[in-house]
């Protein structure tokens, strides 16, 4: 189970995006609108994966996901924006993206972690005080959406070294390259981004 707060940025991009209807897919799993914004509502997970797999086909575009991850913005994310806008650097942006990110959202819990050399910045939905990988979907919007907002603020373009992913490698890999450059890794342990020192420094 997840909040039922996770589906409402979704469903609202791909009402104001493509035209889908929100109602007829909640209607299908017994829910409303008005359900989505009860405070603790939980809903299954499974309905994230079943919702793009029907906004896919509804719209035949198969790259969704990356699309919702990069229409994330730090100017229409409120304080929690603004927190990042005022970081000095990267890492700082990202530690702060880990510390306030309860601000936008308490079931998804971003974690960042140092090495000797690397960063590495991973995702995972947080409940009753346990961890649950994110699937595939998820991932893909998370972990996008994170560059997303790292790019925006940046005063250059920052690319991770390589990406890790849960899932099995997709047949048509141009959107991943795209946005999170040509090392990638499938069938992996986690789905994160690992980021060189360097890149992290970028003011």
């Known amino acids: 189970m997840v909040r039922a707060e996770v589906l409402w940025p979704i469903l609202m991009f791909l009402q104001k995006g493509y035209g889908f209807d929100p109602r007829a897919f909640l209607a299908a799993r017994g829910l409303d609108m008005q359900t989505l914004q009860t405070k603790d509502t939980q809903v299954n997970a499974a309905y994230l994966s079943e919702l793009f797999d029907e906004a896919t086909h509804f719209t035949g575009d198969a790259n969704l996901s990356f699309k919702l991850g990069e229409w994330a913005n730090p100017h229409s994310l409120g304080v929690f924006g603004y927190l990042l806008l005022h970081s000095r650097d990267i890492n700082e942006a990202l530690q702060k993206l880990c510390r306030y990110y309860p601000l936008i959202g308490r079931t998804l819990k971003p974690l960042l972690a140092e090495t000797k050399n690397r960063y590495k910045l991973g995702f995972m939905f947080y409940f009753d005080g346990e961890f ?55 069938g992996e342990d986690e789905n994160a981004l690992i980021f060189s020192k360097e890149s992290l420094a970028v003011k």
Not at 153 to 177: C, G, M, N, V
Request: glycine share 4%.
């Open 132 to 186: 649950t990988p994110l699937g595939k979907y998820q991932s893909e919007i998370h972990l996008s959406a994170a560059l997303s907002l790292i790019n925006k603020i940046a005063s250059e373009k920052i690319i991770p070294e390589y990406a890790t992913f849960r899932h099995d490698q997709p047949s048509d890999l141009s959107e991943y390259k795209r946005i999170f450059g040509e090392k990638l890794y499938f």
